[in-house]
């Protein structure tokens, strides 16, 4: 079993950052990828970033692009997500998600065997 463990959600302004961290424990050794998904109020799950085993990192749409950042210190067994020029539209909570494999480049939550809690972020306008 793997168990993760996201922080740094949080309430900020319009036009600010975060970074938000997902620590991996147990059997880390059978990860191959890390993702980041949320979910805002009323919608479905959705697929944010993802970075595997090799450093190759994948995001999802041109509304995240340029302002997320995925990243990882496999010393520390930890995936980060940057996130910038946050929008009230990026309210959500943010979960973090680890896979054995990878089966696309812009995975659903069905690609994913292990969840977080989910750290919320709140952007006020």
């Known amino acids: 079993q793997v168990q993760l463990v996201e922080s740094g959600g949080g309430l900020v302004q319009a036009g600010g950052s975060l970074r938000l961290s997902c620590a991996a424990s147990?059997?880390?050794?059978?990860?191959?990828?890390m993702g980041w998904f949320r979910q805002a109020p009323g919608k479905e799950r959705e697929f944010a970033a993802a970075?595997?085993?090799?450093?190759?990192?994948?995001y999802s749409t041109d509304s995240v692009k340029g302002r997320f950042t995925i990243s990882r210190d496999t010393a520390k067994n930890t995936v980060y997500l940057q996130v910038n020029s946050l929008k009230p539209e990026d309210t959500a909570v943010y979960y973090c998600?680890?896979?054995?494999?990878?089966?696309?480049?812009?995975?659903?939550?069905?690609?994913?065997?292990?969840w977080g809690q989910g750290t919320q972020v709140t952007v006020s306008s």
């Open positions: 970075i595997g085993r090799n450093g190759i990192t994948f």
């Open positions: 147990g059997r880390t050794a059978s990860i191959y990828v």
């Open positions: 998600a680890a896979a054995r494999s990878l089966r696309r480049t812009i995975p659903t939550t069905d690609d994913f065997e292990y």
